[in-house]
């Protein structure tokens, strides 16, 4: 993980995996499912000092997983192939959390790339 993360990403995959419910010590944060405290330093949620090795690792995967999708789903076609599984699990998840993103590249385009992800596992499926 770099020093410094996308702290709206981070915010967006810890919803997505129900950390502010699950483990976040914060009130408002548990309350409202929602991450409302950020530390300072590196700009991630609060809720992410409270999780195991085990857990954060999985964090950081979804994490860069959502980072990396919310950069290069659209323009380029070979990503995000994977038909079913762990990994299948995992792109859906990232693309999820990174289609939410305020600040994903040229969204007309990534956007037509996720609906033909979606028509081509749907007539596999």
């Known amino acids: 993980m770099p020093d410094r993360i996308n702290t709206r990403l981070a915010t967006r995959t810890a919803e997505m995996l129900a950390l502010p419910h699950q483990v976040c010590r914060r009130r408002d944060c548990r309350r ?4 409302s405290w950020h530390r300072n330093a590196n700009g991630e949620p ?3 000092i409270n999780l195991t090795a085990e857990q954060r690792a999985i964090f950081d995967d979804v994490y860069r997983a959502a980072r990396f999708a919310q950069g290069f789903l659209g323009t380029n076609p070979e990503y995000f192939q994977a038909q ?16 939410k993103s305020r600040d994903r590249f040229n969204r007309a385009k990534w956007d037509e790339a996720w609906r033909a992800r ?4 749907g007539t596999r499926g």
Do not use: P, V
Not at 85 to 98: C, K, S, T, V, Y
């Open 32 to 35: 409202n499912n929602a991450c």
């Open 46 to 48: 609060c809720c992410l």
């Open 84 to 99: 079913a599984g762990e990994q299948r699990e995992l792109d859906d998840l990232a693309i999820a959390i990174a289609r």
């Open 118 to 121: 979606e028509r081509q596992a």
